[in-house]
């Protein structure tokens, strides 16, 4: 008789399943408990026609961003807004070490891959921020939805070529400046002619995803949609 049930359910006894977003026991490993649960807004439509952000009715027009200034991006599409719950999640995965809230986060996402998408590519960090944290949160998220939905992913496809500030407090101008010409291409013959799946943690001003959008698209991707856990809604963001 094999050993790994027996020690599975000690273990499960041990250590039960938690709540990602609070730590409760709950009855499976990557599930909410039911607060945790309520608390958190899935998005889907009525959103932008182009860009995704929520709309409070039923239409599918764009929103007065997309209208003023058409981004280059295919759409933004985020499994929720940031809030408590998913804010906690990701401050867990990013800088706790939970990274299987990786697999989490990424299940939330697989229902969002963009239609026809060729390559996932996580948003890359600095060599210096991978040596400190050890790890990108993106590139494990864009690992997980790889085994979920079947599309590959490439971790080293795209590439930082300059560490770059924190991002956090700056506007939307000064974001913008700060990641501008940060990013290069490692494998053009990865993207070329492809539709990209663009994955990151946490979409707040677009400023970061923008940047790794048009080095993309300039190393000829056919199209770059951005996949991510939670969307800033709102003035209250990371």
């Known amino acids: 008789m094999s050993l790994a049930a027996p020690l599975q359910f000690i273990a ?24 945790c649960w309520g608390a958190l807004r899935f998005l889907a439509p009525p959103w932008c026609a182009t860009c995704q952000a ?42 706790g070490g939970r990274i299987a809230f ?15 998408a060729d390559l996932i590519v996580p948003v890359p960090l600095h060599r210096w921020r991978l040596w ?3 790890f990108n949160q993106a590139a ?9 939905g079947g599309v590959p992913a490439d971790p080293l496809a795209l590439r ?6 924190m991002l956090r407090g700056l506007g939307v101008n000064a974001r913008a400046r700060a990641v501008k010409d940060a990013f290069a291409i490692s494998r053009p013959e990865r993207v070329r002619g492809k539709a ?10 677009g400023a ?24 800033v809604l709102d003035s209250d963001g990371p």
């Open 12 to 35: 499960g006894l041990a250590l039960p399943p938690r709540c990602p977003g609070c730590g409760a026991v709950t009855g499976e490993d990557h599930r909410f408990c039911a607060t």
């Open 54 to 95: 929520p709309f409070d009715y039923g239409i599918s027009e764009q929103c007065p961003d997309c209208l003023a200034e058409p981004p280059r991006h295919a759409g933004v599409f985020a499994a929720v807004a940031y809030g408590d719950v998913a804010r906690t999640v990701a401050l867990r995965l990013k800088y």
């Open 102 to 116: 990786a697999e989490t986060v990424g299940r939330q996402m697989a229902r969002l891959m963009p239609a026809g």
């Open 132 to 134: 400190s944290r050890g």
């Open 140 to 148: 494990l998220i864009a690992t997980s939805l790889a085994r979920a």
């Open 160 to 165: 930082r070529t300059r560490a770059t500030p």
């Open 196 to 205: 990209i799946a663009l994955v990151d943690d946490i979409y707040t001003s």
């Open 208 to 231: 970061t995803t923008d940047a790794c959008t048009a080095t993309l698209l300039a190393a000829g991707a056919r199209s770059v949609a951005i996949l991510c856990w939670a969307r």
